[in-house]
């Protein structure tokens, strides 16, 4: 991979998001050189915060529909758990999303023979998720828009599973989930940011990655079905 790694001009947070999306090879050089993420975390925990609110009132809704405006303690106890879960989630997501990616390319990088700090791996993941966020501030307005009755998760993805009639198969239709454009953008972007800190192809990391991921989508997607 023909980079400068040694010309590269310094970026700013705010250079660094709009660049993921024009000219990533430019921000993982920046990120390479100082993995400095903090900044960019906050932002995108915010950012998953902010979206996660319209949520929790339509499922506040959900819950009262399915118990007939009844049981109210046990409404109270769902909601509660519901609002945990989502600010848990928001903020445990492009956490534990960075944390694996930089946990398997350490592990790839042990037998590589260039020595790289988890910190960069880690930070290649946090950048990396901004497609993921993308997609879902894509879909908060349906969200927001969404009466309860016809509130369906399943009608909110930005998966291949969306196109498919209603008669495909179960196991077809389990792998389409996964099929998320917006997260396959996400880890491209890890196995190109690996590349550039191990200094190796992004073919190979991108096999390695894209091997290990829809490995796990065939096994989730075979569980799923039963």
């Known amino acids: 991979m023909d980079l400068q790694y040694e010309k590269h001009e310094p970026m700013d947070v705010k250079q660094r998001?709009?660049?993921?999306?024009?000219n990533p090879k430019e921000v993982?050089?920046?990120?390479?050189?100082?993995?400095?993420?903090?900044?960019?975390?906050?932002i995108i925990i915010l950012v998953n915060l902010f979206l996660i609110f319209p949520l929790f009132s339509i499922i506040n809704e959900y819950v009262l529909l399915e118990l007939n405006y009844e049981a109210d303690v046990i409404a109270d106890s769902v909601r509660n758990f519901m609002l945990a879960a989502g600010i848990i989630g928001a903020i445990l997501a492009p956490?534990?999303?960075a944390f694996i990616c930089g946990?398997?390319?350490?592990?790839?990088?042990?037998?590589?023979?260039?020595?790289?700090?988890?910190?960069?791996?880690?930070?290649?993941?946090?950048?990396?998720y901004f497609p993921s966020l993308l997609s879902d501030i894509l879909k908060f307005p349906f969200i927001f828009f969404t009466s309860v009755e016809n509130f369906d998760m399943d009608k909110l993805l930005t998966s291949l599973y969306i196109l498919l009639p209603q008669d495909t198969p179960l196991f077809i239709a389990e792998v389409a989930k996964s099929l998320d454009p917006f997260y396959i953008w996400s880890l491209y972007l890890v196995a190109l940011g690996s590349a550039i800190a191990m200094k190796t192809k992004v073919k190979t990391t991108s096999i390695f990655l894209f091997s290990l991921w829809f490995g796990l989508v065939l096994i989730s997607s075979f569980l799923a079905v039963g």
Request: hydrophobic letters at 55%.
């Open 17 to 22: 998001i709009i660049g993921i999306f024009k």
């Open 103 to 128: 946990v398997l390319f350490k592990l790839y990088n042990l037998f590589d023979g260039r020595t790289v700090e988890l910190k960069r791996f880690f930070a290649v993941g946090v950048y990396a």
């Open 95 to 97: 956490v534990g999303f």
């Open 28 to 42: 993982f050089l920046d990120v390479y050189q100082k993995p400095n993420i903090f900044s960019a975390l906050v």
